[in-house]
C-alpha cells in the first residue's frame, strides 16, 4: 500500500455526531468500537421514535434516580422502600458489592434483611485503597448496637475474597458481638452472584456458614 492510500484510510472518519456517540458508547462497560458502531447505526436506522424513546428514558433516568444514602442502593426515594420498610429484620444486614445483587436476592424470597452496597470491591493487594468503596458508611453501622448479624454475598471471586476477609477483620474489630455468615458452599468459584440461579442462591443464605 503506498503512503497516498494509508493517508485516506487513516483521513475516514465519521461525521462529528457519529464518532460523538460512538464514543459515548465505548465508555459503557464491554462496548468496543465494533459493538459502538453497531448501536450507532441500529439507532439511526431505527428512527427518530425509537431514538426519542431511548433519550426520555435516559432523561427520566438521571432526574428521578437517586442514591439511597442508608443502603447506598440506586432508587427513586432516599431512603429507598428496603430501608424504609419497617417489617424488615433490622439486625440482619447483607452486604454485596453492586446494586444488581439486590433483585437477584429479593427473587429468593429467602432474605428478609437490611443490604448495604459496596459499590465495588477491594482488589488483591489494594487493601490500603478501602475508602475508594462504601465502607465508611458500614462501619458506622457495625457500630450500631441494632444489627446481629453481617452476610458477606460478595462475588466469589479474588476482588470479592479480599474484601470479605478484610471485612471479617474490621467487624471483628469494631463491633465483636456482630455474627458473621458467608454465603452456603455450593455457588460454582468464581461466580457472580447475578449469574447464580435462585434456588442455589436462596439455599446458599438459608445454609449460611459463621466465621
Ligand atoms: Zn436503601
Redesign the pocket.
Known amino acids: 500500500m503506498d503512503i497516498g492510500i494509508w493517508a485516506l484510510v487513516i483521513s475516514f472518519m465519521y461525521s462529528k455526531s457519529i464518532q460523538n456517540l460512538i464514543d459515548a458508547f465505548r465508555k459503557l462497560p464491554s462496548v468496543g468500537q465494533r459493538t459502538a458502531e453497531r448501536f450507532v447505526f441500529y439507532l439511526l436506522k431505527s428512527g427518530k421514535k425509537e431514538v426519542g424513546e431511548i433519550t426520555l428514558s435516559l432523561k427520566e433516568l438521571i432526574d428521578n434516580v437517586k442514591s439511597?444514602e442508608?443502603?447506598?442502593?440506586f432508587?427513586d426515594h432516599n431512603?429507598?422502600a428496603?430501608?424504609n420498610n419497617k417489617t424488615r429484620d433490622q439486625s440482619l444486614l447483607c452486604v454485596i458489592s453492586e446494586p444488581q445483587d439486590i433483585p437477584v436476592i429479593e427473587r429468593t424470597d429467602i432474605y428478609n434483611g437490611l443490604?448495604h452496597v459496596l459499590r465495588g470491591a477491594i482488589e488483591p493487594g489494594a487493601e490500603e485503597e478501602w475508602e475508594k468503596i462504601k465502607l465508611k458508611e458500614l462501619f458506622k453501622k457495625i457500630r450500631n448496637k441494632e444489627i446481629k448479624e453481617i452476610i458477606l454475598a460478595l462475588n466469589l471471586d479474588l476482588s470479592g475474597e479480599t474484601t470479605m476477609l478484610f471485612l471479617e477483620k474490621k467487624i471483628k474489630e469494631l463491633n465483636p458481638e456482630i455474627k458473621i455468615t458467608r454465603l452456603a458452599r455450593g455457588l460454582p468459584m468464581g461466580s457472580d452472584l447475578q449469574y447464580v440461579d435462585e434456588i442455589t442462591l436462596g439455599s446458599a443464605i438459608k445454609n449460611r456458614i459463621g466465621r
Request: glycine share 0%; proline share 9%; hydrophobic share 20%.
Open positions: 439511597c442508608t443502603c447506598w442502593d432508587s431512603p429507598c428496603i430501608c443490604y
